[in-house]
């Protein structure tokens, strides 16, 4: 049974930081590109940033140069460290699993990231 389960999340001011994890069960993490998407009330899901099984990484324009994704394959861990935290950022964020090789699209429950004054 595949499990992501997120943690980190919470209530920011403007300009802080969070830094959001998510540790993976159930699938070959090292051979599993990872991602995190967002989805805020009213809105559709949108793509926050992505991590290939090889490192190789990419962003959401709205967040280029104040997030980071990474990943620890020995954890099995990848985060989301997030600076400079805006309004606009608030959110459910969820980590997502896509394994290579056997397939499969596999999602988190979510945490919720508020950045408020």
């Known amino acids: 049974q595949v499990q992501l389960v997120e943690s980190g999340g919470g209530l920011v001011q403007p300009g802080g930081s969070l830094r959001l994890s998510c540790v993976a069960s159930?699938?070959?993490?090292?051979?599993?590109?990872m991602g995190w998407y967002r989805q805020a009330p009213g809105k559709q899901r949108e793509l926050v940033a992505t991590?290939?099984?090889?490192?190789?990484?990419s962003y959401a324009d709205s967040v280029k140069g104040r997030f980071t994704i990474s990943r620890d394959n020995a954890k099995p861990t990848v985060y989301l460290q997030m600076n400079s935290l805006k309004p606009e950022d608030t959110a459910v964020y969820y980590c997502n699993a896509k394994p290579v090789w056997v397939g499969g699209n596999y999602w988190g429950q979510g945490t919720q990231v508020t950045v408020s004054s």
């Open positions: 991590i290939t099984m090889d490192g190789k990484t």
């Open positions: 159930g699938i070959t993490f090292s051979r599993s590109a």
